[in-house]
């Protein structure tokens, strides 16, 4: 029974994308859905530009969930639709442009900052949990 318990209030729970996607409606705020050792399994909507930044010591996973995105890169773009993902090297610059709605998941470590080092009136400092 305790293991139960525990069980129930830790991470060994399944996620429902969908249902929480419906929980929020913003842009470019990524929303914490898990936990996974040192990093975050974050949840987002996009649309329209985010902003050229880069991160100098973590990758990032983009994995499209909804719709098409595109990360422009200083040396070549990145199309995504739905079930494709992209790995940005830490050190790298790139700019996620959504047209239309988009949902992603992204894994990174905990210590990334939303923008890098740039900061703007899109850059998120806390995540919201849902």
């Known amino acids: 029974m305790k293991l139960r318990k525990k069980l129930a209030k830790g991470f060994m729970e399944k996620?429902?994308?969908?249902?929480?996607f419906n929980k929020f409606d913003d842009y470019w705020s990524p929303k914490i859905v898990a936990e996974l050792n040192d990093s975050y399994v974050l949840l987002a909507?996009?649309?329209g530009d985010f902003v050229w930044h880069k991160h100098e010591n973590e990758d990032?996973?983009?994995?499209v969930v909804k719709g098409n995105l595109l990360i422009k890169l200083r040396d070549r773009d990145v199309q995504l639709g739905a079930g494709e993902f992209f790995i940005v090297p830490k050190g790298t610059e790139h700019f996620p442009v959504a047209?239309?709605?988009v949902q992603?998941?992204?894994l990174e470590p905990k210590t990334t900052k939303h923008t890098g080092e740039i900061v703007t009136e899109k850059t998120v400092t806390?995540?919201?949990r849902v």
């Open 15 to 20: 996620v429902n994308l969908a249902a929480k």
């Open 45 to 47: 909507k996009l649309k």
């Open 60 to 63: 990032e996973l983009f994995l």
């Open 99 to 101: 047209e239309q709605e």
């Open 104 to 106: 992603i998941i992204l």
């Open 126 to 128: 806390e995540y919201e």
